[in-house]
């Protein structure tokens, strides 16, 4: 019998041959961790094992709270550099790179075939380069430091095929709301996806990432679009070790197979206070906005920073407009491109890369009553730091757009 | 060995992230679990700290810790006198967070439609069996890893034990 994506990579890990619904315990190629690392340590301290098994496979990257924004932070980015040099931790981002999935694609980590987990239940990004990764706990991340290996259970796998004419004014933002609306956020609970279809053949390297990144608010475990060339284009001089490829068979037993034709969709906007309450724009058009929100791990990239300044080129905005750009390799390119100038022109304040204002810790936070729309993949209460506020969801460009009018506008036609 | 466990329920709705059960904002901060405990749910019921007891148990509807991979998610919950929850479903990563912290997390959607917030009713683990004023639900039993997880009270000591006798 065929197999799906996931049971080739555990078949070939565990070096059994095994199917959805098998537990096995495996070693991860790559684990990786955040400003969490300093808890992290602490608990890998208590197993009392000394040294890291496999130090070559950790990647810390430091962004959640960058720079430290009070004393407790700092002291936590002190204690993970502190435990970098004492474990000889060679793959250790410090607060001058950028979000954590970014900086770990970008470095060459993310790679086809390869098995990664990550304290970040956004770990799911890598699947756009045909890594199979998922986001773990603290306490796993400890204990793989500690002995090289985790449980995991082998998922069953839904392919989502999206097929369709993409429009000029929709991103893979909108297709990924579009999709989550209609499965629900947990439709995808327990389950690797595929996504696959002439959509995500044509779409760029970016923007399969923006889909396996919301991987994540589908409940998935894992989001995987096959490598093609473009994926080994954007690898080349990138990759940091060897990688065999892995694709699933013909005859693969999946659990279902959902098709979606993105065709005639409208620019997508989760509402309040959860990804999957789904509306096309069009039905709240109008809604008075305080904030606007350009960037992090899911819209913070080239792609999507040029899709916001097409629009905002020559306006002026008429909220406090924050821009993130996803790393400092982004930050930098956007400057030679002079998409920063166009963003100060509009009036937008420009973040250093990081997490921001995307998990309410600093830079942005709302008050009681306020409203912010914003192109991160959560508006869970609470979210951005006050649980009397609310936010909204949407694409680079649908943000954009609604930053010159202070209104949840349509960026269609703008 | 976990046999049995006894105790008032709390229940709530479906769908509670992560971010109601722990603010991302204590996320990044260093905290014993006893602390963590005094934030637990704030953001979905303030009050819930102050009235729950030692040995209650948590009931929910679908997709209980959807969201963020926060460990803290399922430890404050844990030190704030949970034993055990009970759910119509649960997000993948919470589910393995309360494994990993040795909490049972376990999946009944007939249970929960029995249950009323605030009786007291009876889990069963080793008969796998959900005991309630409306009457008995059957879940089938965790595999062996989960099992020893769960008996060596939580990942990490179930890997130190594992660690000592090898
Ligand atoms: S940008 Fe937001 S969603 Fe992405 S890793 Fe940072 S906090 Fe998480």
Same mark, same amino acid.
């Given at each position: 019998?065929?197999?799906? /994506?996931?049971?080739?990579?555990?078949?070939?890990?565990?070096?059994?041959?095994?199917?959805? $619904?098998?537990?096995?315990?495996?070693?991860?190629?790559?684990?990786?961790?955040?400003?969490?690392?300093?808890?992290?340590?602490? @608990?890998?301290?208590?197993?009392?094992?000394?040294?890291?098994?496999?130090?070559?496979?950790?990647?810390?990257?430091?962004d959640h709270?960058?720079?430290?924004?009070?004393?407790?932070?700092?002291?936590?980015?002190?204690?993970?550099?502190?435990?970098?040099?004492?474990?000889?931790?060679?793959?250790?981002?410090?607060?001058?790179?950028?979000i954590c999935h970014q900086?770990?694609?970008?470095? !060459?980590?993310?790679?086809? !075939?390869?098995?990664?987990?990550? =304290?970040d239940s956004h770990?799911t990004t890598?699947?756009?380069?045909?890594?199979?990764?998922?986001?773990?706990?603290?306490?796993?991340?400890?204990?793989?430091?500690?002995?090289?290996?985790?449980?995991?259970?082998?998922?069953? @796998?839904?392919?989502?095929?999206?097929?369709?004419?993409?429009?000029?004014?929709?991103s893979p933002k909108d297709?990924a709301l579009?999709?989550i609306?209609?499965?629900?956020a947990?439709?995808? %609970?327990?389950?690797?996806?595929? /996504?696959?279809?002439?959509?995500?053949?044509?779409?760029?390297?970016? #923007?399969?990432m923006v &889909?396996?990144n919301m991987?994540a608010e589908?409940?998935?475990?894992? !989001?995987?679009?096959?490598?093609?060339?473009? @994926?080994?284009?954007?690898?080349?001089?990138?990759?940091?070790?060897?990688?065999?490829?892995?694709?699933?068979?013909?005859?693969?037993?999946?659990?279902?197979?959902?098709? /979606? #034709?993105? =065709?005639?969709?409208?620019?997508s906007v989760a509402k309040p206070h959860t990804v999957d309450n789904?509306?096309?724009?069009?039905?709240?058009?109008?809604?008075?906005l305080?904030q606007a929100l350009i960037g992090t791990c899911t819209n913070g990239r080239?792609?999507d920073l040029?899709?916001a300044?097409?629009?905002? %080129?020559?306006?002026?905005?008429?909220?406090?407009t924050l821009v993130i750009p996803a790393?400092?390799?982004?930050?930098?390119?956007?400057?030679?491109?002079? &998409?920063?100038?166009?963003?100060?022109?509009? $009036?937008?304040?420009?973040l250093?890369p990081g997490c921001g204002p995307c998990l309410g810790a600093h830079q942005g936070v709302m008050?009681? !009553?306020?409203r912010t729309f914003s192109t991160a993949n959560r508006n869970f209460k609470g979210r951005m730091g006050c649980?009397?506020a609310e936010i909204y969801l949407g694409s680079p460009?649908s943000v954009a757009?609604s930053a010159?009018?202070?209104?949840?506008?349509?960026?269609?036609?703008? | 060995?976990?046999?049995?466990?006894?105790?008032?329920?709390?229940?709530?709705?479906?769908?509670?992230n992560t971010d109601?059960?722990?603010?991302g904002?204590?996320?990044?901060?260093?905290?014993?679990?006893?602390?963590?405990?005094? +934030?637990?749910?704030?953001?979905?019921?303030?009050?819930?700290?102050?009235?729950?007891?030692?040995?209650?148990?948590?009931?929910?509807?679908?997709?209980?810790?959807?969201g963020s991979?926060?460990?803290?998610?399922?430890?404050?919950?844990?030190?704030?006198?949970?034993?055990?929850?009970?759910?119509?479903?649960?997000?993948?990563? +919470?589910?393995?967070?309360?494994?990993?912290?040795?909490?049972?997390?376990?999946?009944?959607?007939?249970?929960?439609?029995?249950?009323?917030?605030?009786?007291?009713?009876?889990?069963?683990?080793?008969?796998?069996?959900?005991?309630?004023?409306?009457?008995?639900?059957?879940?089938?039993?965790?595999?062996?890893?989960?099992?020893?997880?769960?008996?060596?009270?939580?990942?990490?000591?179930?890997?130190?034990?594992?660690?000592?006798?090898?």
């Amino acid at each position: 019998m065929g197999k799906t /994506f996931a049971e080739k990579l555990f078949s070939n890990k565990s070096g059994r041959d095994v199917f959805a $619904g098998a537990i096995v315990s495996v070693e991860p190629d790559y684990v990786m961790s955040h400003d969490n690392a300093a808890a992290i340590s602490g @608990t890998f301290k208590k197993i009392g094992v000394k040294q890291i098994k496999y130090p070559e496979r950790v990647v810390i990257i430091l962004d959640h709270e960058i720079p430290a924004p009070k004393e407790s932070s700092a002291s936590n980015h002190k204690e993970i550099r502190t435990f970098v040099n004492e474990q000889g931790i060679d793959n250790f981002y410090d607060v001058n790179n950028g979000i954590c999935h970014q900086v770990f694609t970008e470095q !060459g980590f993310a790679l086809p !075939g390869k098995l990664i987990v990550g =304290s970040d239940s956004h770990t799911t990004t890598y699947g756009a380069m045909g890594a199979f990764s998922a986001g773990i706990g603290r306490s796993e991340v400890a204990a793989i430091w500690a002995t090289g290996e985790l449980w995991f259970s082998v998922p069953e @796998t839904i392919k989502i095929i999206i097929n369709g004419q993409m429009s000029k004014f929709i991103s893979p933002k909108d297709i990924a709301l579009y999709i989550i609306g209609q499965i629900g956020a947990d439709g995808g %609970d327990y389950k690797a996806i595929e /996504f696959t279809g002439e959509v995500v053949d044509n779409m760029s390297v970016a #923007d399969r990432m923006v &889909l396996t990144n919301m991987a994540a608010e589908m409940g998935a475990k894992n !989001g995987y679009v096959l490598p093609d060339q473009k @994926t080994l284009d954007y690898l080349k001089g990138r990759a940091k070790v060897d990688f065999t490829p892995i694709y699933s068979d013909e005859d693969a037993n999946y659990y279902k197979t959902l098709t /979606f #034709d993105i =065709s005639n969709i409208s620019a997508s906007v989760a509402k309040p206070h959860t990804v999957d309450n789904y509306v096309p724009i069009t039905e709240v058009e109008g809604i008075k906005l305080d904030q606007a929100l350009i960037g992090t791990c899911t819209n913070g990239r080239l792609e999507d920073l040029r899709d916001a300044a097409k629009v905002l %080129d020559g306006k002026k905005v008429k909220i406090r407009t924050l821009v993130i750009p996803a790393s400092w390799n982004v930050y930098k390119d956007a400057m030679k491109e002079g &998409l920063l100038e166009i963003f100060i022109d509009a $009036g937008a304040i420009i973040l250093n890369p990081g997490c921001g204002p995307c998990l309410g810790a600093h830079q942005g936070v709302m008050a009681p !009553g306020e409203r912010t729309f914003s192109t991160a993949n959560r508006n869970f209460k609470g979210r951005m730091g006050c649980r009397d506020a609310e936010i909204y969801l949407g694409s680079p460009a649908s943000v954009a757009a609604s930053a010159i009018t202070g209104k949840i506008t349509n960026p269609e036609g703008k | 060995m976990i046999n049995e466990f006894k105790g008032k329920v709390w229940k709530y709705g479906d769908d509670i992230n992560t971010d109601v059960i722990f603010p991302g904002k204590y996320t990044y901060q260093k905290m014993e679990p006893e602390e963590m405990a005094k +934030y637990a749910l704030e953001d979905l019921d303030p009050e819930f700290v102050n009235k729950v007891s030692d040995g209650d148990i948590l009931v929910a509807g679908k997709n209980f810790g959807m969201g963020s991979s926060r460990e803290q998610a399922a430890i404050a919950i844990k030190y704030a006198g949970i034993r055990v929850i009970i759910a119509k479903s649960f997000s993948r990563i +919470y589910f393995r967070n309360a494994i990993n912290a040795g909490m049972p997390a376990i999946k009944s959607p007939e249970a929960v439609e029995a249950i009323e917030n605030g009786e007291e009713i009876v889990v069963d683990m080793k008969n796998g069996k959900i005991i309630t004023s409306k009457g008995e639900f059957v879940f089938p039993p965790y595999p062996k890893t989960v099992m020893e997880i769960l008996e060596n009270n939580g990942l990490i000591n179930f890997i130190k034990n594992k660690i000592k006798n090898s």
